[in-house]
């Protein structure tokens, strides 16, 4: 079972980049895929991309590529989200996920969200 | 991309009733469907996976069906504590696992 903690509140202008951290507690990191997802107020879910620490791979949707970047770290067993390029649109709370590699491709466990706020 | 489109988008009921919430995809999924409760100010949770598959911890009167396309959450004697924001989420597809718009399920 793993725990998830995210780094905290952002506030970030238009144009710049925001980098979020997720550290993972309580499993083993590389069994794990990790997720970013992202609600802007009173909104859904967006998917944001995924990373599979094993294999080293991480993939976005067309509409993130080119601006969101994730990373993980082994040694600290943290997962990164970098989003550049920010626009008032970005303004969110973006969670972090995890789900077992070998399991059922679903989002068992979940951050507790870090708001990035982006205003001039 | 495959899109998935869930209704109603919210609705109204009462302790003690039955609801149901449909999902729909724009393609075949294979039974990769995943549903998620959200509480206001909280993460999202896992209730089922795989179609139909209840998450360790979930009271059985959540259930779920369906195959290829459309899929169902059904919620059996509300609760108090079941009035909520679900989404469903297809995780079929690489690279993106694409959330429903989500459903609203209110006090009457």
């Known amino acids: 079972q793993v725990q998830l903690v995210q780094s905290g509140t952002e506030v970030k202008k238009p144009g710049s980049s925001v980098k979020v951290s997720c550290r993972a507690s309580g499993g083993t990191f590389t069994t794990y895929i990790f997720a970013w997802v992202r609600q802007a107020p009173g909104q859904g879910l967006e998917w944001i991309g995924r990373?599979?620490?094993?294999?080293?791979?991480?993939d976005s949707p067309q509409n993130f590529k080119g601006r969101a970047t994730i990373t993980a770290d082994k040694s600290t067993t943290t997962v990164f989200m970098e989003l550049s390029n920010l626009n008032s649109d970005d303004t969110a709370v973006y969670y972090c996920?995890?789900?077992?590699?070998?399991?059922?491709?679903?989002?068992?466990?979940w951050g507790q969200g870090s708001l990035v706020t982006v205003s001039s | 991309d495959i899109q998935m489109t869930q209704s109603p988008s919210s609705l109204s009921a009462s302790v003690g009733d039955r609801v149901t919430i449909t999902c729909r995809a724009s393609d075949y999924i294979s039974g990769s469907l995943n549903w998620y409760q959200q509480k206001p100010g909280q993460a999202p949770e896992l209730l089922i996976y795989g179609g139909y598959t209840l998450q360790s911890g979930v009271p059985s009167r959540f259930s779920g069906t369906g195959s290829g396309t459309d899929y169902t959450l059904t919620i059996s004697n509300l609760q108090p504590e079941d009035f909520a924001t679900y989404y469903c989420q297809q995780s079929y597809t690489s690279p993106t696992w694409t959330f429903g718009q989500g459903t609203k399920v209110e006090i009457k």
């Open positions: 996920a995890a789900g077992y590699y070998y399991g059922s491709s679903s989002l068992s466990y």
């Open positions: 990373i599979i620490p094993m294999f080293e791979i991480s």
